[in-house]
């Protein structure tokens, strides 16, 4: 089984920053792809931003030129660095990764986290 677990939310005010984390732990060779969604309150889940295993990023057009993710896969971790942060941004925060179990693997399975509050006040 593997767990995703998002950190790294919180209160800030407009202009500032933000570094969320998503730590997957059990069975993983490898994320094949990590993607950060939000969804704010009464609004649908949105895309923020996508990694790939080789690096390959994508990001919606809202948060392009102030947010960043990037992956250490050694550690299987996935990050969203958000800079200048308004309050359009506040919304809870999911991980998703799509993760290949071991080498021998012809399938690979997606898992979300539990989500972290991101609230940006101004």
């Known amino acids: 089984q593997v767990q995703l677990v998002e950190s790294g939310g919180g209160l800030v005010e407009v202009g500032g920053s933000l570094n969320l984390s998503c730590a997957a732990s059990?069975?993983?060779?490898?994320?094949?792809?990590a993607t950060w969604y939000r969804q704010a309150p009464g609004k649908q889940r949105e895309l923020v931003a996508s990694v790939t295993s080789d690096g390959t990023t994508n990001y919606a057009d809202s948060v392009k030129g102030r947010f960043t993710i990037s992956g250490d896969n050694a550690k299987n971790t996935v990050f969203l660095q958000m800079n200048s942060l308004t309050p359009e941004d506040t919304a809870v925060y999911y991980c998703?990764?799509?993760?290949?179990?071991?080498?021998?693997?012809?399938?690979?399975?997606?898992?979300w986290g539990q989500g972290t509050q991101v609230t940006v006040s101004s």
């Open positions: 059990g069975n993983i060779f490898r994320i094949n792809v």
């Open positions: 998703n990764a799509i993760i290949r179990p071991s080498s021998s693997s012809y399938y690979s399975r997606g898992y």
